[in-house]
């Protein structure tokens, strides 16, 4: 089974950005909605930003602003471009399915994002 792979994590200072990329099989990019996700240490993931097949955009609060979603269906990749760091977006983060859609393909390994004060 093709593996969701995500990219272009890594350690960052605060204020600093990343661009996340996220390569994706096409049957599932077919589907429709695709998100990012995140999962701090001792913490449940959470959702991050989601995009339509569309490229209608939803954010959770902490990051409006700051992260924008974006995708490229003829190169199944869904990307995450990540301003003015925080310390709190310190997480692992993964891509998937957006939570419309009612359930997941499996998780692949995530990127590790590390925002250093």
């Known amino acids: 089974q093709v593996q969701l792979v995500e990219s272009g994590g890594g350690l960052v200072q605060a204020g600093g950005s990343l661009r996340l990329s996220c390569r994706a099989p096409?049957?599932?990019?077919?589907?429709?909605?695709m998100a990012w996700y995140r999962q701090a240490p001792g913490k449940q993931r959470e959702l991050v930003a989601a995009?339509?097949?569309?490229?209608?955009?939803n954010y959770a609060d902490s990051v409006t602003g700051r992260f924008t979603i974006s995708r490229d269906n003829t190169k199944t990749t869904v990307y995450l471009q990540m301003n003015s760091l925080k310390t709190d977006d310190t997480a692992v983060y993964y891509c998937?399915?957006?939570?419309?859609?009612?359930?997941?393909?499996?998780w692949g390994q995530g990127t590790q994002v590390t925002v250093s004060s």
């Open positions: 998937n399915l957006g939570p419309g859609v009612g359930r997941f393909y499996p």
């Open positions: 096409r049957s599932i990019i077919n589907i429709g909605a």
């Open positions: 995009i339509t097949s569309g490229g209608s955009t």
